[in-house]
């Protein structure tokens, strides 16, 4: 199970020059490839992911539970 304050704390990666980190975990390779190049959409996708992250993390573990059990 992916957690979300793992989530949390890979968003603080953006203060390292790693935005995106978090995208990446929840499983959303594209647009973390996307965030990864932009500097989180020049910051502003990277501060609308505070408030999308539980969500991401959520349907995450949703769709491991899912593959898990062969659906």
């Given at each position: 199970?992916?957690?979300?304050?793992?989530?949390y704390?890979f968003?603080?990666?953006?203060?390292?020059?790693?935005?995106?980190?978090?995208?990446?975990?929840?499983?959303?390779?594209?647009?973390?490839i996307?965030?990864?190049?932009?500097?989180?959409?020049?910051?502003?996708?990277?501060?609308?992911?505070?408030?999308?992250?539980?969500?991401?993390?959520?349907?995450?573990?949703?769709?491991?539970?899912?593959?898990?059990?062969?659906?």
């Open positions: 199970m992916k957690s979300t304050g793992v989530g704390l968003w603080l990666f953006v203060f390292i020059g790693f935005a995106g980190i978090h995208r990446f975990y929840a499983g959303k390779w594209v647009t973390g996307i965030w990864l190049l932009t500097g989180g959409l020049f910051l502003i996708g990277q501060i609308v992911d505070l408030f999308l992250i539980p969500g991401m993390i959520e349907r995450a573990n949703i769709n491991r539970r899912l593959q898990n059990a062969g659906i």
